[in-house]
């Protein structure tokens, strides 16, 4: 059986019909081997014209197998529909099912726009707005946190796509042992924008996948992005993902580390666009290029494959790589 709850109607708000601020909470295994299926809308099934989600606080459920998905405000939004800013806490597993957090909607069409949310994931897989985002809606700016058991957190949502614009959010991962993927946006297609936003890795043993922007083609263009690469961990990092063609235009993105950082690929930087900021290494007495231990050509990195590029290494297993970039300058960093 699935429990479905609706803040205000299981139907559609249209209009200018505005959802009120409820408290939800999903419901929890009365034993281990229950599986529990829930759906939770802070407003309603759908909203459309100028309808207003409420801001609502939602809390998912918790169960060894738990099936459930949250949306923030609806399970679509089109119109000039605007979610509400909700703040919302994923549900809690220890299964394989991941529960999922949708910060407004599953689908985003036409001029919906995104509420600015606050979503701690906890087990779930997060999208700060929508699943898919299209026509000229637009995200929120969110606040999302996740741990490391989360398998992915978006932004903004998996794939925006015409003129859809990612909003300007803030990203940050706790402690934990698994894989993460972390996107500040997911693919751009179309005339697609992503968000200027702030992406803070975890500050564990745990590998990361962090791309600011997912992969773009056709006129998308990247936001301006700001990546904090976590001590200890080990981060595959994009600024933009990869280009498939098109007229696609990246953002001016800056990689941030500190000492004790471990194993870093970043594997985009744009030289003359794309900064490398080493500010909190002048503690170690790191201040100009001069300080830095670089190797350039084809290197093999000492916990992954080879490349072609330039290795700064602080350390024992302790490096930051620059894929592609054989020749890195003074410009190309931020020192103290």
């Not at 997912?214 to 990546?227: E, K």
């Not at 290197?299 to 700064?312: A, D, F, M, W």
Request: glycine share 18%; proline share 2%.
């Amino acid at each position: 059986m699935t429990n479905i709850i609706y803040g205000d109607t299981s139907g559609t708000l249209f209009c200018e019909q505005v959802g009120g601020d409820q408290t939800l909470i999903g419901p929890s295994a009365t034993s281990i081997y229950e599986t529990v299926v829930t759906e939770i809308h802070g407003d309603a099934q759908a909203m459309q014209d100028f309808a207003r989600g409420g801001n609502d606080f939602i809390i998912g459920g918790s169960a060894t197998n738990l099936v459930e998905e949250i949306y923030g405000d609806a399970y679509v939004m089109s119109g000039f529909s605007q979610g509400g800013n909700d703040s919302i806490f994923g549900g809690r597993t220890s299964g394989y099912n991941h529960p999922v957090v949708y910060g407004d909607a599953q689908e985003m069409h036409d001029n919906a726009r995104g509420g600015s949310d606050w979503i701690v994931g906890n087990d779930a897989n997060v999208y700060g707005d929508a699943l898919g985002m299209d026509g000229f809606a637009v995200g929120g700016n969110d606040c999302i946190m996740g741990s490391s058991t989360n398998t992915s957190l978006y932004g903004d949502a998996q794939a925006l796509r015409d003129h859809a614009q990612g909003g300007n959010d803030l990203i940050w991962v706790t402690a934990g042992t698994s894989l993460v993927q972390i996107y500040g946006d997911g693919a751009l297609s179309g005339f697609a924008r992503g968000g200027n936003d702030r992406i803070i890795g975890p500050a564990a043993s745990v590998s990361c996948i962090i791309q600011g922007d997912g992969r773009m083609s056709d006129n998308a263009v990247g936001g301006d992005d700001v990546i904090v690469a976590g001590a200890h961990s080990s981060n595959q990092i994009w600024g933009d993902g990869e280009r498939t063609g098109g007229n696609t235009v990246g953002g001016s993105d800056t990689f941030v580390f500190a000492p004790g950082i471990a194993q870093n690929r970043i594997m985009d930087f744009g030289q003359g666009q794309d900064h490398i900021d080493l500010t909190a290494f002048a503690s170690i007495g790191v201040h100009d290029l001069g300080d830095l231990s670089i190797r350039s050509g084809s290197i093999s990195l000492p916990s992954g494959p080879s490349y072609t590029g330039s290795l700064i290494t602080f350390g024992t297993d302790s490096y930051i790589a620059l894929v592609g970039v054989e020749h890195p300058a003074g410009s190309d960093f931020i020192f103290a």
